[in-house]
């Protein structure tokens, strides 16, 4: 019988809420495939910071190392907000397991379920065809460039005195923008054949070597897949006036982190929002959305982008194809039943069909069942 080892990182806000849920659904595919999940659970975020004063323990490490993949819920909440570069925050653990991992490449892909389209911000017949898959690089750029805050800089205060300053910068190596290029070709290839490049090359000198990287490797490789430049601006513009026109969509770390949650109202909630996070080892799957701790400890949750993110981890890490299908059906007929958790709700949901997280959950378990 094959056995998978899964990393659990339940993190904070919602996160333990909507981690139960996957833990029910991987039960009964389990069960229905023959395979065994084996669970150990660690320890990321502020859950960290409370328990061991750092937000990405060695332990945490430990268990990702030697597991088959990592499945995160959420970090992150007000408790641990600081400005205070001296203090931990919650998103250490986080930017610091994908760059332990290697995880430079984010797939988050875009799909529009027929039920929700009335969810959604934008009017019906803008989604038509929406069917999108966003390749965010995750392990560089502003997020991992030199930073620093500087003291007593001259002029830097009010009326020319001494203040404070503060740089981030963004970085990008040559095989940084060719490896993520590269999982946005070849994912095209299974799909429409289309790539939008998307940069700020009219003024970043970072986006310019993007642009020459994506365009070398495109020429050599795979000049059979559609590719299109796209500044990010207008990228954010496109996304709201015809989504259609996306494919893969290839970016670096930071606008790709805004242009996901962008997106991501184009399925009608950020919970529906799932992602996997790839490198040459271990993988990493978790929602694109955070912790909510505005609604932590409700029951009312939205588990779904968590359920696909199981979907993700069972296709990209598992190839477990026949279940990776079965669960997204499950979703489907759930959505399709009119069963809503109150983020995707509207007016038409009748109440009874307003359920919370544990409900949510058990109703897509009971549909893999059968
Ligand atoms: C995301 C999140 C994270 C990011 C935060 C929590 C650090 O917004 O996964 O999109 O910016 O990458
Ligand atoms: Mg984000």
Not at 183 to 207: G, P, Y
Not at 307 to 327: G, I, K, P
Not at 335 to 357: F, H, M, N, Y
Request: aromatic share 6%; hydrophobic share 45%.
């Amino acid at each position: 019988m094959t056995t998978y080892r899964i990393c659990l990182l339940p993190g904070d806000g919602i996160g333990p809420e909507i981690t139960a849920e996957a833990l029910k659904v991987l039960g009964v595919i389990g069960d229905r495939c023959g395979v065994t999940f084996e669970f150990e659970q660690a320890l990321l975020g502020g859950a960290a910071i409370d328990a061991t004063g750092t937000a990405l323990p060695e332990a945490t490490l430990t268990c990702a190392y030697a597991s088959d993949a990592v499945l995160l819920a959420a970090i992150g909440g007000p408790k641990w907000d600081t400005t205070d570069p001296a203090k931990p925050r919650p998103e250490q653990g986080l930017l610091g397991i994908r760059k332990a991992l290697g995880l430079y490449a984010n797939l988050r892909p875009v799909r529009i379920f027929d039920a929700l389209r009335d969810a959604s911000s934008l009017k019906p017949e803008f989604l038509e065809g929406v069917d999108m898959l966003i390749v965010r690089e995750l392990t560089g750029g502003l997020y991992f460039g030199a930073r620093a805050r500087e003291t007593g800089v001259e002029g830097a205060g009010a009326h020319g005195a001494a203040g404070m300053r503060a740089y981030d910068t963004m970085d990008y190596r040559e095989f940084e923008i060719e490896r993520i290029a590269r999982k946005a070709f070849e994912a095209a290839r299974t799909r429409r054949n289309r790539v939008h490049s998307v940069d700020k090359a009219n003024v970043l000198e970072t986006s310019r070597l993007w642009r020459e990287v994506v365009h070398r490797l495109h020429t050599a490789e795979y000049a059979d897949v559609e590719l299109i430049d796209q500044l990010v601006d207008n990228s954010a513009m496109q996304l709201v006036r015809y989504p259609a026109q996306f494919d893969v969509m290839v970016t670096e770390n930071m606008f790709g982190d805004i242009l996901s949650d962008e997106a991501s109202m184009l399925t009608g909630s950020l919970g529906m929002l799932a992602s996997a996070s790839l490198g040459d080892g271990t993988a990493l799957y978790e929602p694109s959305h955070g912790s909510a701790p505005d609604i932590a400890g409700q029951g009312i949750a939205n588990p779904l982008a968590m359920l696909l993110s199981v979907e993700l981890m069972l296709r990209h890490s598992f190839s477990m194809h026949e279940a990776a299908d079965a669960l997204a059906a499950a979703i489907e007929n759930v959505l399709a039943e009119g069963w809503r958790t109150r983020d995707i709700a509207d007016s038409s949901t009748l109440p009874q069909k307003t359920v919370g997280t544990d409900a949510m959950g058990s109703l897509v378990a009971e549909r893999l069942q059968g």
